[in-house]
């Protein structure tokens, strides 16, 4: 695999096997300090209600010094940084990131749920049992802050969303090593081998090819069609977050083919069934079903799901297979996307619009944004091009206290 520094990784047994043990050293440092502080819980309030970054730029003055001063030096952009791919990918997810809910939920979590030792160790801590839906909601929150335009320029909103979850994987690693509580199951030895060390190089770099390589993946499958610049620009603008969440650039591919490999190579290590995955694949699927407007438990999430990520994973995480009137209804889903993909590409850029083909995207983004806890905050770029009907030059929120089928006005600027 090429990487970003242009050198090449094999990416051998031998290799994933030392990544599994490598977790992240600046930022270990960094929760080791909150931890033996008891600062942790205020982390984790601030990550709660999304104030880790005060409004003039600078990290919380709520937190340490020290830990301050560790999110402004980690927040370094890398010298690889390629302005252009990022706009070009910017201006794609623009264009096209009202399905990325639709590929969170039916492609990019399924895609995570189904690497066993990654899931089991996440399954076997008591400090990772919380609300999935929470999880899911706050993932694309984080989706929208990486792509929002000037995102991941200095003080960008996606740069300080990244640096949140970099601390945040720091603590939840420290807890899980330091707590006799948080071990993994020690039945299965075998099993108990493999964990690794928690949240590791591997299953980091793995995750970030299920927001960048599967996602591209992902729109193909559901008849988007991306130019060879627009696949790998995306794959960069993806890389500078996994080097700002602390992956290590050896395992940052440098283009989409590589990616492919990247996520292949691991896939191949852990792919397998597992209770803990089955649980949460299932989770998903009740919420999503409960999202398509107008029908009860509708069949349709699933058969989009197991569509996005192949029959052998689907039937891991024990996606039912679709009835013969579900495949056709999915088909002529997927060929009316393909339409509308066609003509917003041709036509889109200089007057946005949204096709009725999309209310699958916009009732799964809704029902994300109403789960319990800190409203979407969608940013008003995105508001102008996916709700143009809400444009106002201001930001918008969906939550769990909007009312009617839209997002909401937010309060302030």
Known sequence: MRTVLGTQTALDGALLDRMREAGDPPADAVATALC?????????????????????????RLLPEDI???????????SWRDQSAIAEAESFFLRYGLASATLLACASLPECYVMK?????????????????????????MVMDVMCPRGLEPGGRGLRATMKVRVMHAIVRHMILHDPHARPNPADPGLRAQFGCPVNQEDMAYTLMTFSYVVVR?????????????????????NVVGYLMGIREELLPARFDDARELFTAIQRRQHGRSEPGRKLTAALLKSLEDAV?????DPMPAALMRRLIGHETADALGVPRATGLTRLRLAAVLG?????????RRMYRDRPFRFASEQLHKA?????GRMHGVAFDIPPEFVARWFPEHAGGRRWEVGPRAKGKGPRRAKGS
Request: net charge positive; aromatic share 8%.
């Open 218 to 238: 992902g729109l193909e499958t559901m008849g988007y069609t991306l130019a060879t610049r627009e696949r790998d620009a995306y794959i960069h603008c993806w």
């Open 36 to 60: 033996e502080r008891g600062a942790h819980r205020i982390v984790a309030d601030l990550i709660r209600d999304r104030q880790m970054w005060d409004p003039d730029g600078e990290p919380s």
């Open 293 to 297: 407007p107008g029908r009860l438990h």
């Open 336 to 344: 009316t996307w393909a339409v509308a993909a066609a003509v917003l």
């Open 68 to 78: 301050r001063s560790y999110m402004k030096q980690a927040s370094t952009l890398p």
């Open 364 to 368: 799964i983004l809704i029902r994300m």
């Open 117 to 141: 030792y990654g899931t089991e160790v996440l399954a076997y801590t008591r400090f990772l049992q919380v609300d999935t839906t929470r999880r899911v909601r706050e993932t694309a929150q």
